[in-house]
């Protein structure tokens, strides 16, 4: 693997499919055109609405979403992820997966995860939020997949952040970038999602590339944004703050190694 470019997005989606998606192109293409090889697009990128909208329409998100993904990475020859978008259950029509999709610059799915935490809190700004209540949460804890040109490359999503032994599950399967895509609420964000992003980039010295949502949805729905690339040491490259835009940074191969030579503490792990 040669050092590479990668890219996180930040984006204002809306309950309006097309809208997001057409959003979510733009800057895809400004990614690419800043010579980006591999890009994340965050958490609910197709859609951010109301749940009952969200459960009538997930059999046409989701397709129109997988058909977008594929278009997107044929197009501009990239690997592309889809940060979470509402999938279909079989024969259950009152909830869905919340899926992360990674798919090849041929169109061709590398990994699939289904969310497994799923965000059941009240916050304390008065916002109350339900996941459970139209999300199934997935089964299986994500796995690393072994991307050519690209490295191992593990998924997560969201609320996934505050648990650490999934990042710990992934790193012992050799991960090298962790994406950890998210619509992090604009009040706990502030406080907690830069610390949560570099510890988990530090604890198993990884690259996290972390595309998240920004500002207002829908009614009172705010996101925190800062969109950003984290490197093994915990140092943030790249951020976009609270804008709609691209964090660019550089995947480099030689500066992990050298993180992991500094600070073996993979090879210093005494529980499993």
Same mark, same amino acid.
């Given at each position: ?22 959003? *979510? ?9 800043? !010579? ?45 992820? !889809? ?27 590398? *990994? ?24 199934? *949460? ?28 999934? #990042? ?5 399967? !050799? ?25 988990? *980039?530090?604890?198993?010295?990884? #690259? ?65």
């Amino acid at each position: 693997m040669k050092s590479y470019l990668a890219a996180a997005v930040c984006m204002t989606s809306t309950p309006d499919v097309d809208h997001n998606l057409n959003q *979510a192109e733009e800057l895809i293409e400004l990614a690419v055109n800043q !010579g980006a090889k591999l890009v994340g697009l965050p958490e609910n990128f197709s859609f951010l609405g109301e749940d009952k909208d969200k459960i009538a329409q997930g059999e046409d998100i989701a397709q129109r979403s997988e058909k977008f993904l594929i278009r997107m990475a044929q197009r501009f020859q990239v690997t592309i992820l !889809g940060g979470g978008f509402p999938t279909p259950l079989p024969g259950d029509k009152s909830k869905v997966h919340n899926t992360a999709l990674l798919i090849d610059p041929n169109g061709l799915e590398l *990994a699939r995860y289904e969310k497994i935490h799923l965000f059941d809190v009240n916050v304390p700004d008065g916002n109350n939020y339900c996941e459970s209540n139209t999300v199934m *949460a997935g089964k299986s804890l994500p796995n690393v997949c072994e991307v050519n040109n690209l490295g191992k490359i593990g998924l997560s999503i969201c609320y996934d952040v505050r648990f650490p032994e999934v #990042y710990r599950h992934l790193s012992r399967q !050799g991960a090298e970038v962790i994406f950890i895509p998210a619509a992090f609420t604009a009040y706990t964000g502030k406080d907690h999602w830069e610390v949560l992003i570099r510890a988990r *980039a530090i604890e198993n010295t990884v #690259y996290v590339i972390a595309p998240a949502q920004t500002g207002n949805h829908y009614a009172r729905r705010c996101t925190h944004g800062h969109s950003m690339i984290v490197d093994p040491w915990g140092s943030i490259l790249s951020s976009t703050g609270s804008q709609i835009g691209v964090a660019i940074a550089e995947i480099n191969p030689q500066r992990l190694q050298k993180v992991r030579q500094q600070m073996p503490c993979l090879q210093h792990r005494v529980f499993a």
